[in-house]
């Protein structure tokens, strides 16, 4: 396994597959692997001849009283997790390799990106799409895996693939879980021991309200009522947002009917600040 620092040396690399005919597969991540990770870097091992996970904790996708400083890491450990796992290269830049210092080009979407999490991180994806397109320009993968958990994120990437033409086929992995449901996440380790069991409250609102559309339940105001019951289990939990909205379009939606619906919330823990969700369709 190589670890590459130098943008150019990676894009150099990178052109040399090119013309070898060897199809590569990018796995973005910003470091302190988890399973969820290495299950992206296993679907994009099914699917190319090398992979290149990139591990680069993007500055422009943090708000300035966001957890930039406080983001985990322990690259040694990432390093092993991906030398067990096959990966090719791990493509590892520091930030002033990547945005010069008078970066004025930025990736903006404009619809899609506006509410969920947008709303809380105004600048959030304009950073995750400008960092996601340099790196597809830097590490010309065929396909690139991302996580459901951020579920507006993918939308976003797809739609930025869509719009930009970028040649990239882009694959998306389930949600991978702790023991007691927890969606994994780098930031699960920022949570103090009583925050972390209260994190449950975000799997156990999508699941009450999975159930609720089982049972026959579609209006939005009453599966929000089922969840909220849920959200009182929690007094270290601050919600942030819990949106019903059309899973193509990201629209607010006032009922669940044969459309899918995602089902997306974000609680603002002491220590981090958690997100998960669901698809429901009648
Ligand atoms: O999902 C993440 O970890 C990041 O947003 C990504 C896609 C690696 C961009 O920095």
Known sequence: MDVIRDPQHMQAQALAWRAEGVK?????????LHDGHLSLVRIAKEKSDVVVLSLFVNPTQFGPNEDLDR?????QRDLELCEQEGVSVVFMPDADAVYAQDASVFVQEEQLSQGLCGLSRPIHFRGVLTVVAKL??????????????????????????????FPVEILSGPIVRESDGVAMSSRNSNLDPESRKQAIVLRKSLQAIEQAV???????????????????????????????VDDESLEPVTEVGDRAVLVAMAVQFPGARLIDNIVVAK
């Open 24 to 32: 590569v597969g990018l796995v973005p991540t910003m470091g302190f």
């Open 71 to 75: 983001y985990p890491s322990n690259i």
């Open 136 to 165: 597809f320009n830097l590490v010309l993968p065929a396909l690139s895996v991302f996580g459901e958990k951020d579920a507006q994120q993918i939308r976003l990437i797809r739609r930025m693939v869509r719009d930009l033409n």
């Open 214 to 244: 089982k049972s026959g339940e579609s209006s939005v105001a009453a599966l929000r009522e089922v969840a909220e019951a849920c959200l009182s289990d929690s007094d270290l939990g601050t919600l942030d947002y819990l949106e019903f």
